[in-house]
């Protein structure tokens, strides 16, 4: 398993637009992908558990993921967040 914190700095968060990104990309994966907001874990897959935690602008995430490709998932993951959102 890996865990990955990241810190979303686009103006909107994971809007209903980046969500629906960010679930078109982890669902191309085998492993299991988790968000995990405060206290609150939701699927990474699921694009209605990603917009009930309403991450907003400078909030920070925990990403999870495991499985056999966790590895490559977390490093989309992090283009994504960092470079395309």
């Known amino acids: 398993m890996i865990r990955k914190e990241f810190v979303l700095e686009n103006d909107l968060g ?4 980046a ?3 960010f679930v078109q990309l982890t669902n191309r994966y085998l ?9 609150t874990k939701i699927d990474g897959k699921s694009i209605m558990g990603i917009l009930c935690l309403g991450i907003a602008k400078n909030e920070s995430i925990i990403v999870e993921a495991d499985g056999v490709d966790e590895e490559e998932v977390i490093q989309k993951i992090e283009n994504l967040i960092m470079n395309e959102l």
Do not use: E, V, Y
């Open 14 to 17: 994971l809007h209903s637009r």
């Open 19 to 21: 969500a629906a990104i």
């Open 31 to 39: 492993s299991q992908i988790d968000i995990i907001k405060g206290t």
